[in-house]
């Protein structure tokens, strides 16, 4: 057995990797996030209480595990003082075990100011990002310009004083006017918050705690439709979110991973601008959109909503090497008398189920159609007691996609999940 599982989204993010985290956590050692930062949202719901994380992995409510934040991540420490302290205001303090990687990246005030600025800039292109500066601060990571999390405890104001500067020289050029006093506050605030948690060598950290017999869960952030090389670029975020990115964001070696769950919704979603071949703009995306509660965690954007697509999920399960399948939020299609997969494309009038390099243009979705199951599936604690019409999409789904699917969730609450005892 192999100790380090990877969890990915396999859309376009907003699966419910939140929860599974949560759910999963009990088998394993430790948790770490491996790339993404605060555009993330991950929703955690037991015991009537909610909790969103954007920074923190969703390991820290399942008992005394290690977390990691790795260097593939990208960090806010305004943002993260937010958080952290608003779990430690609910009891879970988590400067005892929690880790921070030194090679992790900072967003710097100016990378948030810039990210607006190339939005503006774009106009109707725009990318519709979350506006936490993610992009800017990758671009600054590639071109050797990064500020990373080791810095702090070096020559750090004048290492941040020469960043910050580039990034206005930037902005001048721009003509691009804003006031970074109030930001730059909360900044430095978070810098001396940050001080309190450990810093390591998260390579050697992880790879340690290997060697022990101990076993990693990574969580992913984003979905696959969103990575910098495979998802609709240029409508993706700046990261690989795909299982390779678990391998760059913290130091293992490919052989070393053993599972990859990969996670979707019964349906699909995606929030922020770029083609979405399934998207429905009629009262069924409404009742999904409705049912579903598809409204950002952390922007409160309205999530688009859509049938299945089998032909994005086959590619994402091709890239990442997916072993198990987890689908999410079955329950939200519980009333729909009649339910939607997208089998194929109709690419300028020729069919294909094979991903193509461009979805911006002239991609018509073909649908197999199957009876919904017209039954409330959220108490249901057993497989015993799926519908046959639900067991029916479950199998249409994992011989389209050739991976069986392990998990089904009915409902937010760590509760509402049920196990598959499938053949493999
Ligand atoms: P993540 O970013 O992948 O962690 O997902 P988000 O937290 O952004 O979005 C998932 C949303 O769906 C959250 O509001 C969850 O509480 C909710 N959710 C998760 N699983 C289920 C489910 O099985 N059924 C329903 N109805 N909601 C779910
Ligand atoms: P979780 O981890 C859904 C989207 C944004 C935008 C694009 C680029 O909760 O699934 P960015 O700010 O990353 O430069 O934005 O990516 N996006 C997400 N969509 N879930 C997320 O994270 C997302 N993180 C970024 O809406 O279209
Ligand atoms: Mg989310």
């Not at 730059?184 to 001396?192: A, D, L, Q, S, V």
């Not at 990574?218 to 670029?233: H, I, K, N, P, R």
């Not at 993706?236 to 490919?254: D, E, H, K, Q, Y």
């Given at each position: 057995?192999?100790?380090?599982?990877?969890?990915?989204g396999?859309?376009?993010?907003?699966?419910?990797?939140?929860?599974?985290?949560?759910?999963?956590?009990?088998k394993?050692?430790?948790?770490?996030?491996?790339?993404?930062?605060?555009?993330?949202?991950h929703?955690?719901?037991?015991?009537?209480?909610?909790?969103?994380?954007r920074?923190?992995?969703?390991?820290?409510?399942?008992?005394?595990?290690?977390?990691v934040?790795?260097?593939g991540?990208?960090?806010?420490?305004?943002?993260?003082?937010?958080?952290?302290?608003?779990?430690?205001?609910?009891?879970?303090?988590?400067?005892?075990?929690?880790?921070?990687?030194?090679k992790?990246?900072?967003?710097?005030?100016?990378?948030?100011?810039?990210?607006a600025?190339?939005?503006?800039?774009?106009?109707?292109a725009k990318v519709?990002?979350?506006?936490?500066?993610?992009g800017p601060t990758?671009?600054d990571?590639?071109?050797?310009?990064?500020?990373?999390?080791?810095?702090?405890l070096?020559?750090?104001?004048e290492?941040y004083?020469?960043?910050?500067?580039?990034h206005?020289d930037?902005?001048?050029s721009?003509?691009?006017?804003?006031d970074?006093t109030?930001?730059?506050k909360e900044?430095?605030?978070?810098?001396e918050?940050?001080?309190?948690?450990?810093f390591?060598?998260?390579?050697?950290?992880?790879?340690?705690?290997?060697?022990e017999?101990?076993?990693?869960?990574?969580?992913?952030?984003?979905?696959?439709m969103l990575?910098?090389?495979?998802?609709?670029?240029?409508?993706?975020?700046?990261?690989n979110?795909?299982?390779?990115?678990?391998?760059t964001?913290?130091?293992?070696?490919?052989?070393?991973?053993?599972?990859?769950?990969?996670?979707?919704?019964?349906?699909?979603?995606?929030?922020?601008?770029?083609p979405?071949?399934?998207?429905?703009?009629d009262?069924?995306?409404?009742?999904?959109?409705?049912r579903?509660h598809?409204?950002?965690?952390?922007?409160?954007?309205?999530?688009?909503?859509?049938?299945?697509?089998?032909?994005?999920?086959?590619?994402?399960?091709m890239i990442?090497?997916?072993?198990?399948?987890?689908?999410m939020?079955s329950?939200?299609?519980?009333?729909?008398?009649?339910i939607?997969?997208?089998?194929?494309?109709k690419?300028?009038?020729?069919?294909?189920?094979?991903?193509?390099?461009?979805i911006t243009?002239?991609?018509?979705?073909?649908?197999?159609?199957m009876?919904?199951?017209?039954?409330?599936?959220?108490?249901?604690?057993?497989?015993?007691?799926?519908?046959?019409?639900?067991?029916?999409?479950?199998s249409f789904?994992?011989?389209?996609?050739?991976?069986?699917?392990?998990?089904?969730?009915?409902?937010?609450?760590?509760?509402?999940t049920?196990?598959?005892?499938?053949?493999?």
């Amino acid at each position: 057995m192999k100790s380090i599982d990877v969890l990915l989204g396999l859309q376009w993010g907003d699966e419910g990797k939140g929860k599974v985290v949560d759910v999963l956590t009990p088998k394993y050692d430790a948790v770490a996030r491996f790339q993404g930062g605060p555009n993330a949202g991950h929703t955690l719901e037991f015991e009537g209480q909610k909790y969103v994380l954007r920074s923190i992995p969703s390991g820290i409510f399942q008992g005394n595990k290690v977390n990691v934040i790795g260097n593939g991540v990208v960090l806010d420490p305004a943002l993260f003082k937010q958080e952290a302290e608003q779990l430690a205001a609910s009891g879970h303090d988590l400067t005892s075990r929690l880790v921070i990687s030194k090679k992790a990246h900072l967003i710097l005030p100016t990378h948030r100011i810039l990210d607006a600025a190339y939005e503006a800039a774009k106009g109707d292109a725009k990318v519709g990002t979350t506006g936490k500066g993610i992009g800017p601060t990758y671009t600054d990571k590639t071109s050797r310009n990064g500020v990373r999390v080791g810095d702090i405890l070096g020559n750090f104001e004048e290492i941040y004083a020469k960043a910050k500067k580039r990034h206005e020289d930037i902005l001048k050029s721009m003509n691009y006017s804003y006031d970074i006093t109030e930001l730059e506050k909360e900044w430095f605030e978070g810098i001396e918050y940050l001080k309190k948690f450990r810093f390591v060598d998260s390579e050697h950290f992880v790879n340690r705690l290997l060697a022990e017999g101990k076993s990693i869960l990574c969580e992913g952030a984003q979905g696959t439709m969103l990575d910098v090389d495979f998802g609709s670029y240029p409508f993706v975020t700046s990261s690989n979110t795909i299982c390779a990115g678990a391998c760059t964001g913290l130091g293992v070696a490919p052989n070393k991973i053993g599972e990859v769950y990969g996670i979707f919704k019964a349906y699909c979603t995606r929030v922020g601008s770029g083609p979405f071949p399934t998207e429905l703009f009629d009262e069924v995306g409404d009742e999904i959109g409705r049912r579903g509660h598809e409204f950002g965690a952390v922007t409160g954007r309205k999530r688009r909503c859509g049938w299945i697509d089998l032909v994005a999920l086959k590619y994402s399960v091709m890239i990442n090497g997916v072993t198990k399948l987890i689908m999410m939020k079955s329950d939200v299609l519980d009333t729909f008398d009649t339910i939607k997969a997208c089998v194929a494309y109709k690419v300028n009038g020729v069919e294909t189920d094979e991903f193509p390099y461009d979805i911006t243009q002239g991609v018509e979705p073909v649908y197999a159609e199957m009876p919904g199951w017209k039954t409330d599936m959220t108490k249901m604690t057993s497989e015993d007691e799926f519908p046959e019409e639900f067991n029916a999409y479950v199998s249409f789904i994992e011989e389209t996609l050739g991976v069986p699917v392990k998990i089904v969730s009915v409902g937010p609450d760590r509760e509402q999940t049920i196990e598959r005892y499938t053949e493999e």
